[in-house]
């Protein structure tokens, strides 16, 4: 005999992951409650299964320590956000961004981080 058991989705939007690769496969991992054995985190892929870039990897570990701390119900009201890494090319754009924009005449912060955000390619938020 074979023991089978099922993972069965929280209805209450917990924490999620939802990527989309570049063939157009989908992944989500959630959290999960398994009958007989308690909190776990439940992951789904299209049947060709998906792939994560390795630069999406800390926003994936990110989202997975808040979906763990969901998951074992110690979740803080504002999960932690994972910060992503420049690559080398866009850390030479921001360099040059802020070299530039801070001689410019009458330069303050706002116009430096201004000019990093348009160099990085980066809308900030509405005003």
């Known amino acids: ?14 924490p999620r992951y939802h990527h ?16 007989g054995t308690g909190p776990g985190v439940y992951f789904k892929t299209d049947p060709n299964g998906s792939s994560v870039p390795v630069a999406d990897l800390p926003a994936l570990i990110g989202k997975l320590t808040a979906i763990e701390a969901a998951a074992r119900g110690t979740e803080e009201t504002a999960p932690v956000q ?7 090319g866009e850390y030479n754009a921001a360099w040059h961004a802020v070299e530039g924009a801070a001689g410019e005449p009458g330069a303050d912060p706002g116009t430096v981080l201004h000019a990093v955000l348009d160099r990085l390619g980066i809308q900030p938020p509405p005003a």
Do not use: H, K, Y
Request: hydrophobic content about 40%; overall charge negative.
């Open 1 to 14: 005999m074979t023991d089978m058991r099922i993972a069965f989705v929280q209805p209450d939007q917990p």
């Open 20 to 35: 989309t690769d570049v063939d157009g496969d989908r992944l989500l991992i959630t959290t999960a409650d398994i009958p």
């Open 82 to 88: 994972a910060r992503r890494t420049l690559t080398p």
